[in-house]
C-alpha cells in the first residue's frame, strides 16, 4: 500500500515547490511521464473492456485511489460516459497484520450498485510483493462478486512473492530488492513523481 | 494504546480518537452483505461475565465474531466458580487455553486490574461493580459524535468534497456540553464518561440528588448540579442514567416517585432542551422512572443506536489491542 518511509521523513515529501526531492532518490518518472502513463493505462482499459461500460475502479489506499480517480476521469474524457470509481482497504486482510503494531485503517468506497457482475480493475501505485494485490482479492470477495478482476499499477519493481500479474502497467522498473521505490502524487503529497532510492535509513520498515 | 483497557483514563486523546476513527470505518462493515473480516482469525477471546449482561456480552460477543475470532462465553452461573474458584483460579485456566484477550465484568470494583496481573492476553474492562465501564463511554462518545457530524465519515470519492479514500480524522467534542443525570453514585458508565468526555473536549455536568453523588466527586473533571430544570438548557446532551436499585443498600432518596418528578426525564422537560440536542441512555432502561416512554422512543433519543454502535466501538477496540504485533504500544 503507502510506500515506504514515513512521509516527510527528510521534510521534502510534503514540499510543493519544485525539485525537492534530491536525497529521496532520482526521479525515475515525471509529472508529464505519469500523465502519459495513465492515458495510455486509460485507453487500454477501454481496447480490453471494449469501452468500458460495465468497469469500476477501485483505488487501494493511500495512493491507488486519486490515481484510480485519474483512470476514471481520462476514461470518462475519451468515452463520453461516467466510469464508477472508488477505494478499497485491504488492512483487515493483510497478511503481515501481526508483524507490525495495529494501524489505522483506510476507506473502502463502493459505487452504491455494488460490483456484481461488473469488471473490477484495482489500481495501485506500486506492485512488488503481491502480497497487497492478493489482500485485496481477498476484501473484494467479501464484497460481491465481479465478473472479473483486473489488475493496474502504475509501477511494477518485480520481487513478487505470489504468482500475480499486472494487466495494465504504467512503467516496468527494474530494482534491486533493497531499493525502494516512491510513488508522490499532488492529491496526497503536493507533487506528482516517482523516486527510485536507497533504503537509507535502518527505520523505513518494509520497503516496496 | 496500552495493551489492556480497564479505565477510560488509559486512552490519551490520540487513543480515544484513533478508536473512534476506527469504528467509524468498522460500522460500514454492517452495511454490507457478508458482514466479517479475517483479521483475528485464529485468535481466541473469552467473555468472562461475573454478573448479568445483555447488550454488553452480546455486543463483545458480535463484535469479535465478526472479526473472526473464537469466542468463548463463561458465565459465573453454571461455572466452577459457582463452586468456590476464586478469580485468580480462574484466571489461570483462561491462560492455559491461551485466551488472547478477556473481556471481563465483575460485580467487584479493580476485579479487571488484578486480572491484567495474572494472564498474559489482553483485558477489557466490560464493566466492573461501580468503577468503570470505558467501552461504554466510548460508544457513547462515538455516537455523540456522529449525531453532531463530527465524524471521519464525510463524502467519500466520488462526491464533491470527497476526500478520496482518506478517511481522515474524525473530530473531538469540543465545546460540547454534556448533562449526566441520576444515579451517579453506582455507576460505572457515569465516571468512564465523565473521564472519556473531558478527554475529548466536551464539558460534561453531572446532576443529582446529593445523596447520589460520589464522596469525591469535586476531583472529577466536570462540574455538578441539583437543577435539572436549570442544566436542560444549556445542554447539547442529556444522559439518562438508571437508579440502580440492585446496589442500593440504604435509603438515597424518599420514593421513587419523588425522584422521578425531580430528575426523571419527560416529555415537558425535553421541551426545554436546546433544538439539536439528543437524549442518550446506556440501557437498561427503567420507563416511567428516570426516562418517560414517549422521550425515550422519540426521535431525539439514541438509546438503539447506541446499541448499534456498541457493535462498532467493541470491534475497534478488539482490533486495536489484538490486530497488531504482540507486546507493541
Redesign the interface.
Known amino acids: 500500500m503507502a510506500h515506504a518511509q514515513p512521509a516527510g521523513r527528510s521534510g521534502s515529501g510534503k514540499d510543493t515547490t519544485a525539485r525537492p526531492v534530491s536525497g529521496d532518490g532520482k526521479i525515475v518518472l515525471e509529472q508529464a511521464e505519469i500523465a502519459r502513463a495513465l492515458t495510455r493505462i486509460g485507453h487500454e482499459i477501454i481496447e480490453r473492456t471494449r469501452g468500458a461500460r460495465q468497469v469500476i475502479l477501485l ?1 487501494i ?2 495512493r ?3 490515481l ?2 485519474r483512470l476514471a476521469a481520462g476514461i470518462h474524457q475519451v468515452e463520453g460516459h461516467p466510469v ?4 478499497l ?1 485491504i488492512t ?2 493483510r497478511d503481515d ?13 463502493v ?1 452504491p450498485d455494488g460490483i456484481d457482475g461488473q469488471i473490477v480493475v484495482l489500481v495501485d501505485d506500486v506492485l512488488y510483493s503481491g502480497r497487497t494485490v492478493r489482500a485485496a482479492l ?1 476484501a473484494l470477495n ?3 462478486r465481479p465478473r472479473a478482476v483486473q489488475l493496474a499499477v502504475l509501477v511494477d519493481r518485480g520481487h513478487r512473492e505470489l504468482p500475480i500479474r499486472p494487466d495494465y502497467v504504467g512503467k516496468n522498473l527494474p530494482t534491486a530488492q533493497h531499493e525502494v521505490v516512491r510513488v508522490l502524487l499532488t ?2 503529497d503536493g507533487e506528482d513523481a516517482v523516486l527510485l532510492g536507497v533504503a537509507g535509513d535502518a527505520t523505513g520498515g518494509r520497503s516496496r | ?1 496500552n495493551r489492556h483497557l480497564i479505565s477510560a483514563a488509559d486512552l490519551s486523546r490520540d487513543d480515544a480518537l ?1 478508536v473512534l ?2 469504528a467509524d ?2 460500522a ?1 462493515i454492517s452495511d ?3 458482514k ?4 483475528l482469525r485464529g485468535r481466541t477471546v473469552v467473555n468472562l461475565f461475573f454478573e448479568d449482561s445483555t447488550r454488553t456480552r452480546i455486543s463483545f460477543e458480535a463484535a469479535a465474531k465478526r ?1 473472526s475470532a473464537d469466542v468463548i462465553n463463561f458465565s459465573a452461573k453454571g461455572s466452577s466458580v459457582a463452586k468456590g474458584e476464586s478469580l485468580k483460579d480462574t484466571a489461570l485456566t483462561l491462560e492455559a487455553m491461551g485466551a488472547d484477550a478477556v473481556v471481563i465484568r465483575h460485580n467487584a470494583s479493580g476485579a479487571p486490574h488484578r486480572l491484567a496481573e495474572w494472564v498474559r492476553g489482553s483485558v477489557i474492562n466490560a464493566g466492573d461493580g461501580a468503577h468503570e465501564h470505558p467501552t461504554q463511554a466510548l460508544l457513547d462518545a462515538f455516537t455523540i459524535r456522529r449525531r453532531f457530524g463530527r465524524s471521519s465519515n464525510g463524502p ?3 462526491e464533491p468534497g470527497g476526500a ?4 481522515g480524522r474524525g473530530g473531538t467534542l469540543d465545546g460540547l456540553r454534556v448533562t449526566i443525570v441520576g444515579d451517579i453514585l453506582h455507576s460505572r458508565v457515569a465516571r468512564s464518561n465523565v473521564i472519556l468526555l473531558h478527554t475529548l473536549g466536551a464539558e460534561v455536568l453531572l446532576v443529582a440528588p446529593p445523596t447520589l453523588l460520589p464522596v469525591a466527586v469535586d476531583t472529577w473533571p466536570c462540574s455538578v448540579g441539583y437543577d435539572l430544570d436549570a442544566a436542560l438548557p444549556k445542554s447539547d446532551v442529556v444522559m439518562m442514567l438508571r437508579i440502580q436499585l440492585e446496589r442500593m443498600n440504604a435509603a438515597f432518596f424518599p420514593s421513587v416517585r419523588e425522584y422521578s418528578r425531580r430528575y426523571g426525564l419527560d416529555s415537558a422537560r425535553m421541551a426545554q432542551l436546546p433544538e439539536r440536542a439528543i437524549v442518550m441512555h446506556p440501557g437498561p432502561m427503567n420507563r416511567g422512572v428516570e426516562i418517560a416512554a414517549g422521550v425515550a422512543d422519540s426521535p431525539r433519543s439514541t438509546v438503539v443506536e447506541q446499541v448499534a454502535n456498541g457493535v462498532s466501538v467493541r470491534m475497534a477496540v478488539l ?8 507486546g ?2
Do not use: C, F, N, W
Open positions: 483505488g489506499p493511500t491507488g485511489v486519486p484510480a480517480a464508477p470509481h472508488g477505494s482497504d483487515m486482510y497484520l501481526r508483524l507490525r503494531p495495529a494501524r489505522a485503517l483506510g476507506r473502502t468506497q459505487p481477498d467479501d464484497l460481491g492529491e496526497v | 494504546m484513533r476513527d476506527t470505518e468498522l460500514r454490507r452483505p457478508i466479517k473480516l479475517p483479521t472479526l467519500g470519492p466520488g478520496a479514500g482518506q478517511p482490533y486495536l489491542l489484538l490486530g497488531g504485533a504482540e507493541d504500544q
